[in-house]
């Protein structure tokens, strides 16, 4: 699945993401009750012409990076996250069924 690095972005930051600017490089971490997670994937960088549009292996390691990597969150979830029917909040509760998130009240 090739993706355009824009609007992957976009759509990340819609969902909770916050970009990072590093050097050149653009990474994405998603925040859950503003606290960073392990959730992060590096979408490429604005200097680099390779990075404009995502190709096949780049978008399936941001799949593993972003937790669809499993049973439950699987490539078909990923596509609709990126395409925006999935919203933060469900992509929180894919999380938690995953066993990914635990809320505090929830140990």
């Known amino acids: 699945m090739k993706y355009p690095q824009k609007e992957l972005k976009r759509a990340l930051q819609a969902k909770g993401f916050q970009i990072d600017v590093k050097k050149r490089d653009h990474w994405a971490t998603f925040y859950y009750h503003e606290n960073p997670t392990r959730f992060k994937c590096r979408i490429g ?58 809320d505090d009240n929830e140990q």
């Open 45 to 102: 960088g604005q200097s680099r012409k390779t990075y404009k549009m995502l190709g096949d292996d780049i978008t399936h390691e941001i799949r593993f990076q972003l937790g669809f990597d499993g049973v439950i969150l699987d490539r078909k979830l990923f596509i609709d996250f990126i395409n925006c029917p999935f919203k933060e909040n469900d992509y929180i509760s894919e999380l938690k069924k995953a066993g990914y998130l635990i």
